[in-house]
């Protein structure tokens, strides 16, 4: 079974650039998070979507951060202006079902460097 | 209010021997799920062992068994003989109900682990 894919891996921009990531969750995962993890830090969710809606963006920036999962598969996170705070690994996961007891899944993460 | 706690920003463990790396939660829930992720220097992360708060039991998985007191909140891994492949990062986690339906799941700040030959 094929992992959560993201892309990219890494991505270096300086700041007020703007910045997109991708994530192919897998294949039937129904619920796709997004969560930013700052150096040292443990991961922070940043949104939930089951199947295509929002279930949680209550810590979203939403003035520079957006997110959309088009037909409840792929999606992708865009920060429109980067700012040097946002430096960070954006994770992407997803889990199967809306059981309580499934473990998400993890891609590799993409590391966001800000200069 | 923090939601999980990890207190032990760093443990050091001899090889072979067990380590409690300590978690503890807030919650006025009565149905949440607590997690252990493992995160080596690679970055990914990997689910090790869950626990469901009516989980009768302590949850284990091979080397990894969950040390669970509902009472006070707590719920410790405990890894017995340490290998040194298990240094990393440690994150605990937690799962509980959201009012927009569905489960929101919350990290602890992690325990760094450093497996000693």
């Known amino acids: 079974e094929a992992g959560v894919a993201q892309s990219p891996r890494y991505k270096i921009i300086e700041k007020r650039q703007s910045v997109a990531f991708w994530c192919n969750p897998i294949?039937?995962?129904?619920?796709l998070y997004w969560y930013q993890q700052i150096l040292g830090q443990g991961p922070k969710l940043l949104i939930q979507f089951q199947n295509n809606g929002v279930v949680d963006d209550s810590q979203l920036p939403k003035d520079r951060f957006s997110a959309e999962r088009l037909k409840g598969v792929d999606s992708t996170l865009k920060i429109q202006p980067a700012k040097l705070e946002d430096s960070a690994v954006y994770l992407c996961a997803s889990r199967t079902g809306v059981a309580s007891r499934s473990e998400q899944y993890f891609g590799p993460g993409t590391r966001l460097t800000v200069t | 209010a923090q939601k999980i706690t990890q207190t032990q920003p760093g443990m050091f463990v001899q090889e072979k021997e067990a380590v409690t790396l300590d978690c503890t939660y807030d919650?006025?829930?009565?149905?949440?799920?607590l997690f252990w992720y493992k995160q080596p220097s690679s970055g990914e992360m990997i689910f090790l062992i869950y626990q469901g708060s009516y989980d009768e039991q302590n949850a284990t998985e091979g080397r990894y068994s969950l040390n669970f007191q509902k009472a006070r909140k707590s719920a410790n891994l405990v890894i017995s003989a340490s290998q040194l492949g298990d240094s990393a990062m440690y994150f605990c986690a937690m799962r509980e109900g959201i009012p927009t339906g569905g489960f929101k799941t919350i990290f602890g700040a992690g325990t760094r682990l450093f497996v000693k030959a």
């Open positions: 294949s039937g995962h129904a619920t």
């Open positions: 919650t006025s829930d009565q149905s949440y799920g």
